[in-house]
């Protein structure tokens, strides 16, 4: 939807005492013309963007190509998508792309073999988004919870967060992926807060890993940090979103500078769901105490938002959700002032970033790939595929 850039004053919503956001731009959210789930904007290591997105076929690829010089002003052709990765026995479901310290990406997707939601797999790409090595997380595991799969690569740990079905007791646990054969748990942590649509990095910069969920569908924030041997060092709660809305989905998250930026969404019921979602940015300082929240979308023409992520690439953040299987993306300019400069290589970056590379590049600091090298594939056969996937791709949480 096309609009004009909003000042970040009038959306700011309060926190702890400051000069000024950290955001010096918000531009509107555009709906890029193609469908599809699980979207996240990434930096093709060249200044431009790719969008991944995910249908039943698999995870897709698309340039993004600039249409103006505003922070949201990108869009697609569907003819340029091509394929990532592709598998239709087990189907994959729910995907989550993070970039290493090198550059490269660890990927993990989900699906079902015996019953729902039983099964994940991994992928490794490189910096130009070729596959490289690939295996199972876990197949055919009744027990666990795999969906909405939080996936870390630092230089601290690679891997994902996993945790029990709803109803079954035991503990969550990360399971480390390396360059072969299936994942294995190195780590066995307390159940809370649910694995499913939360996140974890590693600030390899600062030693510590950092968890982060809800209470509940819906609720106040519920964050942990760990040292590199998985030690709990602390553990807070809090409420960053005012009435009515509660944290829902707090899966986008990054370092930039000295504060943390997480990309959740609101949602004013607390059993999760609905269609009143939208998106919001929270940002901390790297103490985790509150600076500002911001609520992107005032206007109410996002709700619905599902599955938000954030990238960087420079002084531009993107930041990507769907919504009834169309995908969106909203540019956000951040004052580098107001943040702080980046740390040496070695730290929890970008979206998706866990890891090493140069400052201004969000997939671990390293350019973090080309678009994709390889010819492109035919495009998606129709909309044959979208009535199976909104199933999927609209499933919440137990």
Wanted: proline letters at 7%; glycine letters at 14%; charged letters at 20%.
């Amino acid at each position: 939807m096309p609009g004009l850039a909003v000042p970040v004053a009038l959306l700011a919503l309060g926190g702890a005492a400051h000069a000024q956001s950290v955001v010096s731009e918000l531009g509107p959210a555009v709906q890029l013309p193609t469908s599809g789930a699980w979207v996240r904007a990434l930096p093709d290591g060249e200044g431009g963007w790719l969008l991944g997105i995910a249908t039943q076929r698999g995870y897709g690829m698309i340039p993004m190509t600039s249409t103006g010089s505003g922070p949201s002003d990108w869009t697609v052709a569907e003819a340029d998508r091509w394929w990532l990765v592709e598998q239709d026995s087990p189907q994959l479901d729910d995907h989550n792309l993070v970039a290493c310290p090198d550059g490269s990406w660890l990927h993990v997707a989900t699906g079902t073999s015996a019953r729902q939601d039983d099964s994940a797999w991994w992928f490794r790409h490189s910096a130009t988004w070729e596959t490289t090595a690939s295996g199972e997380v876990e197949v055919a595991s009744p027990n666990m919870h795999h969906s909405d799969p939080p996936v870390m690569c630092s230089g601290l740990a690679q891997g994902v967060l996993v945790g029990p079905q709803e109803g079954h007791s035991g503990d969550t646990v990360f399971m480390e992926i390396g360059d072969s054969g299936p994942a294995t748990v190195v780590a066995t942590l307390v159940q809370r807060p649910d694995p499913v649509g939360g996140a974890i990095f590693g600030d390899d910069a600062t030693g510590t890993i950092h968890r982060i969920g809800t209470d509940g569908p819906a609720g106040p924030i519920l964050r942990t940090t760990y040292d590199g041997d998985w030690n709990e060092l602390s553990a807070s709660t809090e409420e960053p979103l005012t009435e009515p809305y509660m944290v829902y989905w707090p899966q986008g998250r990054m370092r930039v500078g000295d504060h943390y930026l997480l990309a959740t969404l609101g949602n004013p019921e607390r059993g999760g769901g609905g269609n009143r979602t939208r998106p919001f940015l929270v940002v901390y300082d790297l103490d985790w105490n509150h600076v500002e929240t911001i609520d992107l979308v005032p206007d109410g023409s996002a709700d619905g938002a599902a599955r938000p992520w954030i990238s960087r690439q420079g002084d531009l953040i993107l930041l990507s959700w769907d919504a009834s299987l169309k995908p969106y993306v909203m540019g956000i300019r951040i004052d580098r002032d107001v943040t702080g400069d980046d740390p040496e290589p070695g730290e929890a970056d970008g979206g998706g970033s866990d890891g090493a590379g140069a400052a201004d590049d969000t997939g671990g600091d390293a350019k973090d790939g080309g678009c994709g090298c390889g010819a492109a594939a035919a495009p998606a056969g129709g909309l044959a595929w979208l009535g199976a996937l909104a199933l999927v791709g609209w499933r919440r949480r137990s």
